[in-house]
């Protein structure tokens, strides 16, 4: 019996050390979230619930991902890496990083958008660019006028919220 039954595929190693690590993320937050104090109040949901949550979700990814290290189809070679995408992404990271302080939430992380959308295959800055502003404008009133957690604030943070 050659060559029946059998693939000759073996098992992926970077997926036991992508499980290895997100079991231990997940391990490290489900012992921190038992340090949180629990004041969960009459809500019964408190400070140390979503990282307990995150870190079960974590302990899941562990085991899809170990699963998929045996099971999965594992090519001799792997495609070959694009390098466009990746530097889009990283201009945009970059742009964010650098325009953060001085013009606020909304202009650098719309900017980041479009660089993201870019490096996706979107390669319209005319629609890009406003959806990214819109959304991030709409972040950053969500964070700063509902629940009270202070963003950088640039031009357009205080022509609408004021200073």
Known sequence: MTGHGQSGRRPDGAAFVIAVLLAGLGGLLLWESGRIPNNAGYAGVGP???PWLVGLGLLGLAVWTLVAGF???VTDTP?????APVLWILAGLGLQLVLLKPLGFTIACGLLFACTATAF?????????PVGLVFAFCVYAV???ILQLKLPAGPVEMLFFGG
């Open 79 to 83: 495609p070959p890496q694009q390098k």
């Open 121 to 129: 295959g979107k390669r319209n800055p005319m629609l890009t660019v």
């Open 71 to 73: 099971s999965g189809p």
């Open 143 to 145: 964070f700063d006028r």
């Open 48 to 50: 140390g619930d979503v």
